[in-house]
């Protein structure tokens, strides 16, 4: 596996933002200590933004999400269509998990890039076992 780069989840991004968010003093720490680039999903984008949205409204959503589309936090990777097929499988076999179809092609794509680390404050990244958690 790589050192290259940590994959940062929606978890992570939404901690960093939500000064509320019992992870925010850890994610920001996290954010300030990391010496690998960052990078992100187009999925992970979609799902982040849209908690935001939910969560802390649109204007906070627009402006964490135009420095997440600008690339100025982390590289925007997209998920191609044998990620989709490889997390499809892997939402289908792991069927007593809480993993969303996202997670899923976060495991794909980090297979795939051969990518070691995640930034994430759920627990999916830990049950699926094969990667290290920031």
Not at 62 to 73: H, P
Not at 83 to 100: H, I, R, V
Not at 117 to 131: L, M, N, P, V, W
Request: hydrophobic residues 40%; charged residues 25%.
């Amino acid at each position: 596996m790589s050192n290259r780069f940590v994959l940062v989840d929606t978890s992570a991004w939404y901690a960093l933002v939500d000064k509320s968010d019992r992870d925010h003093t850890s994610a920001v720490t996290s954010v300030r200590n990391l010496t690998r680039p960052l990078i992100t999903t187009n999925y992970i984008f979609d799902e982040t933004v849209t908690l935001i949205k939910v969560k802390l409204g649109p204007r906070i959503a627009i402006d964490f999400g135009r420095k997440l589309w600008n690339q100025e936090l982390a590289l925007r990777i997209q998920v191609l269509k044998k990620d989709e097929q490889k997390a499809w499988d892997l939402f289908s076999q792991y069927d007593d998990k809480g993993f969303s179809f996202t997670d899923c092609t976060s495991f794909a794509v980090m297979e795939r890039m051969k990518i070691d680390t995640a930034f994430a404050f759920d627990d999916h990244f830990t049950q699926y076992g094969k990667f290290s958690v920031i």
